[in-house]
């Protein structure tokens, strides 16, 4: 029971932190600003691993909960993941509209 528990827990941090990927990448990609819209990969990344370390250096102010940089690693890892899967996306749209 403790393992469900324990992979359930993991399985949450990655995927809450794909949605914020995908949800950073859609805003990114579609702002007025060009810079920003050209640099939304890096900027959803920037923000997906700062959002990560503060939540994580949040949680050891918490009594009831354990700060871990492992599960930084894993937050990190989901949302890198949804980006890289957009991205992906993006350039294959891209080619077969030209």
């Known amino acids: ?24 990448a859609r805003a990114f990609a579609t ?15 920037l923000l997906i691993a ?3 370390l503060l939540d994580e250096f949040h949680q050891s102010f918490e009594p009831t909960r354990t700060a871990s940089i492992y599960d930084c690693a894993i937050d990190v890892a989901g ?11 993006r350039r294959r749209r891209l080619v077969v509209s030209i």
């Open 1 to 24: 029971m403790a393992t469900i528990h324990f992979l359930t827990r993991k399985v949450a941090h990655f995927s809450e932190y794909a949605v914020l990927g995908i949800l950073a």
């Open 31 to 45: 702002s007025a600003n060009d810079v920003v819209q050209r640099h939304w990969f890096q900027i959803a990344l």
């Open 50 to 52: 700062a959002y990560a």
């Open 79 to 89: 949302g890198l993941t949804a980006l890289l899967l957009i991205r992906r996306w």
